[in-house]
């Protein structure tokens, strides 16, 4: 991988020495490259709606080795977790407490969230930050809607954009639990007057904080255009290779007791009694993203921007099951000296095969008085789901290429738009959007669940269509240069994710969800002071949410709510105190209620703790309930101190107490937590050099002992009344540490 990566970045210095760096500055270039994220996607100072700007500085500052969602959890209502406890490998993330498969993410305007989970999973895409120029987050409904996720937060991200002038980057980050970090970066500037293009190798290696949950990720990055005077062409691509170890788990809270860092899985007993970790318990995946962006400019008012995209995706995650009952593997017991066997100690694969394409357009016109887009999307996804058992104890004809279970899944995804933002009155300007959506998802074939009462596999094969319309309308009034007013009210709709249709009861029959988003703000800006304030009204119909009801074949199940909301404050400032020292803030107020909870078929035992009597299942109306993992307050505060090169920032964040379920049962919850980091770092400049930069981050600098997510793996109750519950948690890291040391040519 470094012979590569050297080979590619002196091909783009050689070629950048040669290019026409003095050419048209001034000209067209850089805005033809910035309108290829697509302006539906972007809200700007005119939008009525609430969102926050990261910039390239930020996310370079803060881009020491950690995945990308704990690089925004400094922005309002941003809560991120990790299942290693250390920001690396698979996290997680929620915004206003609505978890990823509600956020839509986009990459340069094209739709990142999976079409099945609705999920985004950072972990496919290492060191990604790296290869952002910028990154906005619209909290609420947004100002629209292209993918399956958009139902509460968007986040928009536009990768590298056109640099003038030749570059090179090397930089290197160690951590604790031995974590390295490789960047390698190059690109040639504008050559020509009209070509360029850019590149990364990364590679991430890391032992994680919980026992056993090491990653070893790698990817790439590279992008060329054209930039013509009227019309642009530009290639990108990415992808990553991930070897993951699993600990998604989490961990039981009284074995946290005595081993914080305890993992559980691929923990079996060998032929001689002996106590073991199967050392191959990981997930293993290959992503590649393809996009071609093209956009013509007809005049200074009309562009018109095409983009056509294709995302290749496979892998497996690997396990090891103890004592599994061979009948829900489509394998016949086995008969040995002792007896015939119908459970065996087995290894399976669990595979993931799928293919996603489409386009994005958008006609942008923009007059003084006007700016009006008019758009759509339209994007397939295939893919296959299969499982085998690849060794079984005591099993010597196995066949591991055997599929035991195999399914198919087809969904498309179209969508028509029509936005304008129109000045009414001077510095009062109208926001109208709406969108029309329809949606095709057809499944074929088994599942991986057996159903006991039928004696077989799960047969998931079914069909759905959606037509959603989604409206929008909202004023901004922008009473002079420092004072701003917004309103607005949203519609969105959702159809459920895969999991909503597989893991049901055969009585169960999920339906689409719907928000009503409303929100209120006020922006004051200065140059050297600015706050900002945002009330939520976010109103949900039909939420599917867990409800602590297990189906025929063992799964948790969801449930459509009628009635539940999300509402609260944002509220945001920041302060330039001298010319050395600088302060921000942000903290979040809320409340996330389910009314009328019905907690369904909870299992009912006798005082007996072992579970073997079961009595009756029961039902318990609960009324008004907290929204499991949503905290009721969210703050973040950074001291920044900067002289000459030198930059020293105290970052603190707060989260309140998170329920694991919708019941509000304190014994089912995780407490706040305070978490105080440090980060310092140096520019040194040189000769022929642009900077040699250093940069340390302490993170938990006081050693806090916290838990940032978990969930109820199983409750019921006694007949005396009683109530027990199996509960994982996740655990993060205390003090650690990552140093970084970047050159930058």
Same mark, same amino acid.
């Given at each position: 991988?470094?012979?590569?990566?050297?080979?590619?970045?002196?091909?783009?210095?050689?070629?950048?020495?040669?290019?026409?760096?003095?050419?048209?500055?001034?000209?067209?270039?850089?805005?033809?490259?910035? /309108?290829?994220?697509?302006?539906?996607?972007?809200?700007?100072?005119?939008?009525?709606?609430?969102?926050?700007?990261?910039?390239?500085?930020?996310?370079?500052?803060?881009?020491?080795?950690?995945?990308?969602?704990?690089?925004?959890?400094?922005?309002?209502? @941003?809560?991120?977790?990790?299942?290693?406890?250390?920001?690396?490998?698979?996290? =997680?993330?929620?915004?206003?407490?609505?978890?990823?498969?509600?956020?839509?993410?986009?990459?340069?305007?094209?739709?990142?969230?999976?079409?099945?989970?609705?999920?985004?999973? @950072? /972990?496919?895409?290492?060191?990604?930050?790296?290869?952002?120029?910028?990154?906005?987050?619209?909290?609420?409904?947004?100002?629209?809607?292209?993918?399956?996720?958009?139902?509460?937060?968007?986040?928009?991200?536009?990768?590298?954009?056109?640099?003038?002038?030749?570059?090179?980057?090397?930089?290197?980050?160690?951590?604790?639990?031995?974590?390295?970090?490789?960047?390698?970066?190059?690109?040639?500037?504008?050559?020509?007057?009209?070509?360029?293009?850019?590149?990364?190798?990364?590679?991430?290696?890391?032992?994680?904080?919980?026992?056993?949950?090491?990653?070893?990720?790698?990817?790439?990055?590279?992008?060329?255009?054209?930039?013509?005077?009227?019309?642009?062409?530009?290639? /990108?691509?990415?992808?990553?290779?991930?070897?993951?170890?699993?600990?998604?788990?989490?961990?039981?809270?009284?074995?946290?007791?005595?081993?914080?860092?305890?993992?559980?899985?691929?923990?079996?007993?060998?032929?001689?009694?002996?106590?073991?970790?199967?050392?191959?318990?990981?997930?293993?995946?290959?992503?590649?993203?393809?996009?071609?962006?093209?956009?013509?400019?007809?005049?200074?008012?009309?562009?018109?921007?095409?983009?056509?995209?294709?995302?290749?995706?496979?892998?497996?995650?690997?396990?090891?099951?103890?004592?599994?009952?061979?009948?829900?593997?489509?394998?016949?017991?086995?008969?040995?000296?002792?007896?015939?066997?119908?459970?065996?100690?087995?290894?399976?694969?669990?595979?993931?095969?799928?293919?996603?394409?489409?386009?994005?357009?958008?006609?942008?016109?923009?007059?003084?008085?006007? +700016?009006?887009?008019?758009?759509?999307?339209?994007?397939?996804?295939?893919?296959?789901?299969?499982?085998?058992?690849?060794?079984?104890?005591?099993?010597?004809?196995?066949?591991?290429?055997?599929?035991?279970?195999?399914?198919?899944?087809?969904?498309?995804?179209?969508?028509?738009?029509?936005?304008?933002?129109?000045?009414?009155?001077? =510095?009062?300007?109208?926001?109208?959007?709406?969108?029309?959506?329809?949606?095709?998802?057809?499944?074929?074939?088994?599942?991986?669940?057996?159903?006991?009462?039928?004696?077989?596999?799960?047969?998931?094969?079914?069909?759905?269509?959606?037509?959603?319309?989604?409206?929008?309308? =909202?004023?901004?009034?922008?009473?002079?240069?420092?004072?701003?007013?917004?309103?607005?009210?949203?519609?969105?709709?959702?159809?459920?994710?895969?999991?909503?249709?597989?893991?049901?009861?055969?009585?169960?029959?999920?339906?689409?969800?719907?928000?009503?988003?409303?929100?209120?703000?006020?922006?004051?800006?200065?140059?050297?002071?600015?706050?900002?304030?945002?009330?939520?009204?976010?109103?949900?119909?039909?939420?599917?949410?867990?409800?602590?009801?297990?189906?025929?074949?063992?799964?948790?199940?969801?449930?459509?709510?009628?009635?539940?909301?999300?509402?609260?404050?944002?509220?945001?400032?920041?302060?330039?105190?001298?010319?050395?020292?600088?302060?921000?803030?942000?903290?979040?107020?809320?409340?996330?209620?389910?009314?009328?909870?019905?907690?369904?078929?909870?299992?009912?035992?006798?005082?007996?703790?072992?579970?073997?009597?079961?009595?009756?299942?029961?039902?318990?109306?609960?009324?008004?309930?907290?929204?499991?993992?949503?905290?009721?307050?969210?703050?973040?505060?950074?001291?920044?101190?900067?002289?000459?090169?030198?930059?020293?920032?105290?970052?603190?964040?707060?989260?309140?107490?998170?329920?694991?379920?919708?019941?509000? +049962?304190?014994?089912?919850?995780?407490?706040?937590?305070?978490?105080?980091?440090?980060?310092?770092?140096?520019?040194?400049?040189?000769?022929?050099?642009?900077?040699?930069?250093?940069?340390?981050?302490?993170?938990?600098?006081?050693?806090?002992?916290?838990?940032?997510?978990?969930?109820?793996?199983?409750?019921?109750?006694?007949?005396?009344?009683?109530?027990?519950?199996?509960?994982?948690?996740?655990?993060?890291?205390?003090?650690?540490?990552?140093?970084?040391?970047?050159?930058?040519?």
């Amino acid at each position: 991988m470094r012979r590569n990566a050297i080979a590619v970045a002196a091909l783009l210095l050689y070629c950048g020495l040669y290019a026409e760096t003095e050419s048209k500055k001034d000209s067209m270039h850089v805005y033809l490259d910035e /309108v290829v994220i697509s302006s539906a996607a972007r809200a700007n100072e005119k939008s009525a709606v609430s969102y926050t700007d990261v910039s390239s500085e930020e996310i370079e500052r803060r881009n020491i080795g950690q995945e990308l969602p704990f690089l925004l959890d400094l922005t309002p209502s @941003f809560v991120a977790t990790s299942e290693s406890g250390t920001g690396l490998g698979n996290t =997680g993330y929620r915004i206003r407490g609505t978890d990823a498969n509600r956020v839509n993410v986009m990459v340069n305007g094209i739709p990142l969230n999976d079409a099945e989970s609705h999920d985004v999973y @950072f /972990v496919n895409m290492p060191d990604f930050a790296s290869s952002l120029s910028s990154v906005q987050i619209q909290r609420g409904v947004g100002t629209s809607a292209q993918g399956a996720g958009a139902f509460g937060a968007s986040i928009n991200m536009q990768t590298e954009k056109l640099r003038i002038n030749p570059y090179a980057e090397i930089a290197n980050t160690y951590g604790s639990f031995n974590t390295w970090k490789s960047t390698l970066k190059a690109g040639t500037g504008l050559m020509n007057g009209r070509w360029a293009a850019d590149a990364r190798l990364s590679q991430v290696l890391s032992d994680g904080y919980i026992e056993r949950s090491g990653v070893n990720m790698k990817s790439y990055f590279f992008s060329a255009g054209y930039y013509g005077e009227k019309s642009s062409v530009k290639f /990108v691509t990415f992808g990553g290779n991930q070897r993951t170890n699993q600990s998604w788990n989490g961990v039981n809270p009284d074995s946290m007791l005595v081993n914080r860092r305890y993992n559980e899985l691929g923990e079996y007993v060998d032929a001689n009694g002996n106590r073991q970790f199967y050392d191959n318990q990981t997930d293993n995946y290959v992503q590649t993203h393809y996009q071609l962006h093209g956009l013509h400019q007809f005049n200074p008012e009309l562009n018109l921007n095409i983009s056509a995209h294709y995302t290749r995706g496979k892998g497996y995650y690997e396990d090891y099951k103890v004592r599994a009952k061979l009948n829900e593997y489509s394998i016949a017991p086995v008969v040995t000296e002792s007896g015939t066997l119908t459970r065996a100690d087995l290894i399976r694969q669990k595979w993931l095969d799928n293919h996603f394409g489409g386009m994005v357009w958008s006609l942008n016109y923009n007059q003084n008085w006007v +700016d009006a887009v008019v758009g759509g999307g339209m994007n397939r996804y295939t893919g296959s789901h299969f499982g085998k058992v690849i060794w079984m104890r005591y099993a010597d004809n196995l066949d591991p290429n055997k599929n035991w279970y195999y399914n198919t899944v087809l969904k498309d995804d179209a969508n028509i738009y029509a936005k304008g933002t129109f000045e009414i009155l001077s =510095g009062l300007y109208l926001n109208a959007d709406v969108q029309y959506r329809y949606i095709h998802y057809a499944l074929d074939g088994v599942g991986d669940k057996y159903d006991k009462s039928q004696g077989r596999l799960t047969d998931i094969t079914q069909a759905h269509d959606f037509h959603f319309l989604n409206p929008k309308v =909202g004023l901004n009034y922008t009473i002079n240069r420092h004072y701003a007013l917004y309103t607005s009210f949203s519609v969105a709709n959702r159809e459920p994710n895969r999991k909503n249709y597989t893991e049901v009861g055969p009585n169960e029959k999920p339906t689409h969800e719907t928000l009503y988003n409303t929100e209120l703000g006020y922006k004051y800006q200065h140059a050297s002071f600015s706050i900002g304030m945002n009330l939520f009204n976010m109103q949900y119909k039909n939420q599917l949410i867990l409800t602590g009801k297990i189906s025929e074949i063992g799964a948790a199940l969801t449930t459509n709510i009628p009635d539940s909301y999300r509402r609260g404050v944002e509220l945001m400032a920041a302060a330039k105190i001298t010319d050395w020292l600088k302060w921000s803030a942000n903290l979040a107020l809320s409340q996330h209620k389910i009314l009328n909870f019905i907690e369904q078929d909870i299992d009912v035992y006798d005082n007996a703790t072992d579970m073997k009597n079961w009595v009756r299942t029961e039902n318990l109306d609960l009324g008004t309930t907290n929204i499991a993992m949503s905290p009721n307050v969210v703050g973040n505060n950074m001291f920044s101190f900067h002289h000459k090169g030198f930059e020293l920032s105290l970052i603190s964040q707060y989260v309140s107490k998170q329920y694991l379920d919708n019941t509000s +049962d304190e014994k089912r919850s995780i407490p706040s937590y305070f978490v105080n980091n440090v980060y310092a770092s140096y520019s040194l400049l040189l000769p022929y050099i642009r900077s040699i930069d250093f940069g340390v981050q302490i993170n938990n600098l006081l050693n806090a002992q916290y838990v940032s997510n978990g969930y109820v793996w199983y409750s019921y109750l006694l007949e005396d009344g009683s109530r027990n519950s199996e509960l994982r948690h996740f655990p993060q890291a205390g003090i650690n540490f990552l140093a970084m040391v970047a050159v930058r040519f």
